[in-house]
T-cell receptor, first 117, second 114 residues
Framework: AQKITQTQPGMFVQEKEAVTLDCTYD???????LFWYKQPSSGEMIFLIY??????QNATEGRYSLNFQKARKSANLVISASQLGDSAMYFC??????????????FGSGTRLLVRP | NAGVTQTPKFQVLKTGQSMTLQCAQD?????MSWYRQDPGMGLRLIHY???????DQGEVPNGYNVSRSTTEDFPLRLLSAAPSQTSVYFC?????????????FGPGTRLTVT
């Protein structure tokens, strides 16, 4: 069963505005981690931000922040002050902590973000 | 540090041919894994390794073999290429344990099977 859902195949945002990329997940493990990766047109996977299930505060990394709502099982990525270089595919991923899954990242299908000048 | 390196970057195979995708990391990471990326499907785990001599299957292992004789190298072998294996392949590595240990990805290998 799919464990990560990204419902927005594509999104547009105006340069300098904020944008939220949605991610919901499903797990029965109380301990897990959520990741966001950026994939520009060049193809490499770039780690953006991490949120642990027991973290008390929402993660932030520069212009990236994670809106973590544990009860709703959502982990939305917020990009503030969008730049043209933010145009890329964005993937949400989850890693559970129990032994057989701790090495696996389960990915969503991604959201393609296009920043308009 | 080179991080995670993959060769080749591009490859075209004919149906039935075999080949090996190379992956190496210089960060002394315990965990290494192979993913494939198909359009609209995100990344899916093919095989993984938790250390030298230890490998196991991921979500989509059929048609692929792996081995891990050293900490640094984790090659992926296509035994008899099929058009369904046309994809972009990523190798990744990370430190052992869980938590916020992030995966480092290689640049990818774009494989086309005709």
């Amino acid at each position: 069963a799919q464990k990560i859902t990204q419902t927005q195949p594509g999104m547009f945002v105006q340069e300098k505005e904020a944008v939220t990329l949605d991610c919901t997940y499903d797990t029965s493990d109380p301990s897990y981690g959520l990741f966001w990766y950026k994939q520009p047109s060049s193809g490499e996977m770039i780690f953006l931000i991490y949120q642990g299930s027991y973290d008390q505060q929402n993660a932030t990394e520069g212009r990236y922040s994670l809106n973590f709502q544990k009860a709703r099982k959502s982990a939305n990525l917020v990009i503030s002050a969008s730049q043209l270089g933010d145009s890329a595919m964005y993937f949400c991923a989850m890693r559970e902590s129990w032994m057989d899954s701790s090495y696996k990242l389960i990915f969503g299908s991604g959201t393609r973000l296009l920043v308009r000048p | 540090n080179a991080g995670v390196t993959q060769t080749p970057k591009f490859q075209v195979l004919k149906t039935g041919q075999s080949m090996t995708l190379q992956c190496a990391q210089d960060m002394n990471h315990e965990y290494m894994s192979w993913y494939r990326q198909d359009p609209g499907m995100g990344l899916r785990l093919i095989h993984y390794s938790v250390g030298a001599g230890i490998t196991d299957q991921g979500e989509v292992p059929n048609g692929y073999n792996v081995s891990r004789s050293t900490t640094e190298d984790f090659p992926l072998r296509l035994l008899s290429a099929a058009p369904s294996q046309t994809s972009v392949y990523f190798c990744a590595s990370r430190m052992g344990g869980g938590g916020r240990s992030e995966q480092y990805f290689g640049p990818g290998t774009r494989l086309t099977v005709t």
